[in-house]
């Protein structure tokens, strides 16, 4: 939306119409509790009755002289800008401003004020528009709202009757997007405030002033060892007649102001008693009835003085505490209401600051204006930070990665109030730097997991290798069994076909010396010791036969035997071998347990033998130096 120029002259009957229907430039010091001029709660009263004070000769003066000494002043401004200036009247949407110049591209006004003492003290060199006082600032800035212009020439000038410039100061006003956010908020409290008028029913005076008390009738005492004179019976009740008539009701301005002169007047009163006791003390020694009266008179306009004075001073402050109250209160409903709007309470109370607002202040009206604009102001910082939280909060969801990272930011309360364009960079940062970490962690955990299924399938394929290793060895095992289970047999069979040849042979050799005998060839002694010796050496073959048949048996149990447990007493062979020398046996090798089939294990070189393994070995040694003694018998005969 652009500025539109309206062509009215200023101070016509359309000219005050177009104001009635806008929130113009210079009524916004007023709107803002800044005017020296108008006061806030005027501007509402005009606004709602369309009615203003009619305006004095000294004023329109004012205004006249305002004007003219604009009209002098513009050159010396279009000189200062370097463009030509032209007065007009703008609007933008329902906010108007007078321009005292505006250049052809709208992008520099020209605003100018009669010089006074206030300006000249801030006017100083190397002064900006900021250093203005607020009334000024706040109608430049809703003119550089209304109008876009980049910057206004603010000139302050006195001039002759002639036309001569007495002086004339000037400086630069840049636009403030604070103050503007301020007006705005504070015309649209204005607007609520002149929809909620109701009329007074009497009107008030423009400013509180106090009642004048008449003067009280001439107290006359003449005394002269007695009272000669008098007129105090009359006095007195005159005087506590308008002592009584004192209002102690105090709720407006002017009933403050009531009772400040009626306290001053009751303190005058209590003067004037005490000034009439002297008098008739140095007419008279003693004249009790008269001293008594006028003590009386002073004691209590005395008292009625100081309970005035106490209530005037305790209601002030009773009213001040009530108008802080009450605005604390509408900003706390505020702020309760923004979190509400936030679904959380991301906003602490907020103290108003309103008793330094209306500190020094007199009237209860310019403490009601004033504290106005202030809660306004309040409020609009507030909203502009819930504002703040909101966008910033709505970027946490709206980074495009359909996560929302509030989780992030537990601290948001304080974070999320910094400007849009400083949060979204931290809250960047921060999010880049989880998404790296969760990276990490998740790469880590893929790793863990890699590693878990890699150790797993390393178990697995050496449990089915330990399983195939098994079943192989099982099958082994029992194709070893069934061999040796062949070769016992096999063993037994022969042993048995040995036994009867030994047997068939020693009954042939019987049979043959039995018939010698018959035929005389042997003798029958030799005869008889021939058959003992066939029988008892059958007998010997038949126990090596069984002897060997045991050795059999006993190797196949060795091999047949599962391996010791790890955990059982083992021998080596120096230890063996140790124990056969001291019994005078001969010793032993890695090839003798070989030859058993006895098990053992090598371990850093060493051989060693589980001791039951031991045991096994020394009987199949013994059985067979047995069976090697049975031979060397048979042989010897």
Known sequence: MTMQIVNLVQGSPEWHAHRAQHFNASDAPAMMGASSYKSRSELIKELATGMSPDIDAATQRRFDDGHQFEAWARPLAEDIIGEPLSPCVGTRGKYSASFDGLTFMNDVAFEHKTLNSTLRSVMEAGCTGADLPLQYRVQMEQQAMVSGSERILFMASKWTSEGLPVEALHCWYEPDA?????????????????????????????????????????????ARGEITTSTLDSFKVEVLERINSVNAVLETDQQFADADADAKWLRDVSSAMKQAGKKVRSDMQSVDDVLNVLEQLDQIATRKAIDLEKRVKSEKDVRKQVIIQEAQQALDVHMDSLNKQLGTYWLPRVAGGFAETIKGLKSLDSMRDKVVVALTNAKLQAQTTANTLLLNRDFLRGDGSGQDWITLFPDFPAMGVKEPEVFKAMATMRINDFKQAEAERLEAERARIRAEEEAK????????????????????????????????????????????????????????????????TLAAPLASDLSGLVAEQAAESVAGIDA?????????????????????????????????????????????????????????????????QVRRLLLLISMGTRKLADDLQSATV
């Not at 063993?491 to 020693?506: E, F, G, L, S």
């Not at 060997?548 to 059982?568: G, H, L, Y």
């Open 178 to 222: 604070e103050l503007r956010a301020q007006i705005i908020a504070g015309w649209e409290q204005i607007e609520k405030d002149v929809a909620a008028y109701q009329p007074q029913a009497a009107e008030p005076k423009p400013q509180p002033e106090a009642k004048i008390r008449e003067a009280l009738p001439v107290l006359r005492i003449e």
């Open 457 to 520: 399938a390393r178990r697995e394929a050496e449990a089915k290798a330990a399983a195939e290793a098994a079943e192989q060895a099982r099958q082994l095992e029992a194709d070893r069994a069934r061999i040796r289970a062949e070769e016992q047999q096999k063993a037994q069979a022969d042993a048995a076909q040995q036994r009867q040849q030994v047997q068939q042979q020693a009954q042939e050799v019987q049979a043959e010396i039995s018939q010698a005998a018959q035929d005389g």
């Open 548 to 612: 060997q048949q045991a050795i059999s048996t006993a190797q196949a149990s060795a091999a047949a035997a599962p391996a010791a447990d790890e955990q059982e007493a083992k021998l080596t062979i120096g230890q063996i071998n140790a124990r056969l020398k001291d019994a005078g046996l001969g010793q032993i090798s890695a090839a003798t347990l070989d030859f058993h089939g006895i098990p053992y294990a090598k371990d850093r070189g060493s051989v060693q033998i589980p001791v039951t």
